[in-house]
């Protein structure tokens, strides 16, 4: 049900440059993007009779169909390489819980979730891949999916599950899998490592050459200085954008002629304003980075880091406020390339975030996307559960400062993720911070035309 398999001692494959980016940061094996702390956690309902012995071939199916899940990446030595290996199971882990009554399961789910954010995962054992089944009765039970963040990104999580499920159906029933043939991640590595120094990657370093000319990224006042070299881990402070909020943020986009992404970026480059009084403000978001849709099915560590730049000076309303977003955005998508070349053209870019009392703090968003929303397999849905809305002590790592990510869900809601150091941010600021968000948001809506009360 994979790629033909090659035996691990005859291939050598170079890093992709999205992991070239990752080694900027690494710190070992014990912390940065190499590290045990370095992983993505997602989680399904299932509703029906599951077979937890062909869910566990299922997964193993997966873990054939996508290399990095089964890929080892060597840091030893003079040259950083990638490895695949033949397939083999991963591990699934079954637990239950009879008698949880209905009304607690989510809650029970959530607790699963945060187990996992809080644990550990080994870049070196193979493969990149984990399941928990936690089951309520026969018929309800949640499924977590975790795996290390150098074989996967959101979308990967989500092709996972997707072809998760197509497998379990296949082995159930005895039939095909019916899933689209996936390019190998290998292929990407060399798709990407020839685009190089062809005539769209020198022309996007000239984009880059005259839109960063003279900039640097706009770092955020951080609580604790490096210097301090406090005790670090990765914490989240999760919280809602209501949905009397967040319906009017698609109709305010279409009449600017802009992504709902430009209208949430609007209001925090105000933010972003009101904390550093800079005007000329460089604002870091991740984009896909899949080679414009050529390797959507294929699971593996894809996202690009992609400076914004918009000046704020002379902006005398939001529908000018939304007019330069838009033409900032669409510049940069246009000619997205990865950022290790990117900084090699601005070596200078990232100074403030390296200066003692700054910290880099990057936003995106990341819409709900349908790969498997409400999958009826048979006798058994497939359901991702909302994002989580409780903080967290300790998540996945980030190399310094903050991860700013708003989700839509499906009730209307938005719901906000910021990941931060926490031997650079205190929690209240990060609450400050969603607080007045929030509130810019608000008014940069009502500015827009948005029917929004003084509340």
Avoid at 362 to 367: A, I, K, N, S
Avoid at 402 to 420: C, K, Q, V
Wanted: some cysteine; overall charge negative.
């Amino acid at each position: 049900m994979g790629d033909p398999v090659t035996p691990a001692e005859d291939n050598r494959t170079p890093l992709s440059l999205n992991q070239e980016f990752l080694r900027l940061f690494d710190a070992g094996d014990e912390s940065g993007p190499f590290g045990p702390r370095y992983h993505m956690v997602g989680c399904w309902r299932l509703l029906g009779p599951v077979d937890v012995g062909m869910l566990h071939e299922a997964m193993t199916d997966v873990v054939a169909r996508h290399e990095p899940l089964r890929t080892e990446i060597v840091r030893s030595g003079p040259e950083a390489y990638q490895r695949v290996h033949p397939p083999t199971r991963p591990r699934l882990e079954v637990r239950d819980r009879p008698g949880t009554p209905p009304a607690e399961r989510v809650g029970r789910a959530e607790d699963l979730v945060h187990e996992a954010e809080s644990g550990t995962f080994d870049i070196h054992e193979l493969p990149h891949l984990r399941g928990l089944l936690l089951r309520f009765d026969e018929r309800d039970a949640v499924l977590l999916l975790q795996t290390h963040h150098t074989a996967t990104d959101g979308w990967s999580m989500r092709l996972i599950a997707r072809d998760l499920a197509a497998c379990y159906v296949s082995r159930r029933d005895g039939g095909p899998v019916a899933l689209p043939p996936v390019r190998p991640y290998r292929e990407f590595v060399a798709w990407e490592r020839g685009q190089a120094s062809s005539p769209a990657t020198l022309k996007a370093l000239k984009y880059w050459q005259r839109t960063l000319g003279g900039a640097q990224l706009t770092a955020l006042p951080a609580d604790h200085s490096k210097s301090a070299e406090l005790p670090a881990v990765t914490a989240a402070y999760r919280f809602a954008i209501e949905e009397r909020i967040i319906r009017h943020v698609e109709p305010v986009a279409k009449r600017a002629r802009c992504s709902t992404f430009m209208v949430l970026l609007a209001a925090y480059y105000r933010l972003v304003h009101r904390l550093t009084g800079v005007t000329d403000l460089v604002v870091p978001t991740n984009t896909l980075g899949r080679a414009n849709g050529r390797f959507n099915d294929t699971v593996g560590s894809f996202f690009n880091f992609l400076p914004l730049r918009l000046d704020l000076d002379g902006c005398a309303d939001v529908a000018e406020l939304l007019r330069r977003t838009r033409t900032t955005c669409l510049g940069a998508y246009a000619h997205d390339i990865p950022a290790v070349q990117l900084f090699e053209a601005h070596p200078r870019l990232m100074e403030p975030a390296m200066r003692d009392e700054l910290a880099p703090v990057t936003f995106q968003v990341l819409p709900r996307t349908n790969v498997l929303e409400g999958e009826n397999l048979g006798v058994l849905s497939f359901t991702e559960l909302p994002w989580r809305t409780r903080s967290a002590p300790v998540v996945s790592e980030i190399p310094d400062g903050a991860l700013w990510t708003l989700s839509f869900e499906p009730t209307g809601e938005a719901i906000g993720n910021l990941m931060y150091r926490t031997d650079r941010f205190d929690q209240s600021t990060m609450l400050r911070m969603a607080e007045d968000y929030t509130s810019v948001l608000r008014d940069l809506l009502r500015e827009a035309g948005a029917p929004l009360d003084r509340q």
